[in-house]
């Protein structure tokens, strides 16, 4: 899964890391700051709305916006 994020440091990157790993331990997270979109990849979730609420609401607790990149996932 991918998200757009509104992180601009390292740490954002960080505090975004930190959410995640609170909420999804075991799942490992990417987050490029030379993209125009920031995006977080996220690996080992399902790919649907369900999991996608839980990453943007992580994305919102570490006190960033962060919005899934559905690429055609949006009936899932």
């Known amino acids: ?3 757009t ?3 601009k440091c390292t740490d954002c990157v960080a505090a975004i890391k930190m959410a995640m790993k609170r909420k999804f331990p075991n799942e490992d997270f990417k987050l490029e700051l030379n993209s ?3 995006v977080l990849s996220v690996h080992g979730l399902p ?3 369900e999991h996608a609420a839980l990453v943007e609401s992580a994305i919102k607790e570490a006190g ?3 919005s899934w990149l559905t690429r055609g996932m949006e009936n899932k």
């Open 1 to 3: 899964m991918q998200f």
């Open 5 to 7: 994020t509104d992180a």
């Open 36 to 38: 125009a979109d920031r």
């Open 47 to 49: 790919e649907d709305s």
């Open 64 to 66: 960033f916006q962060g």
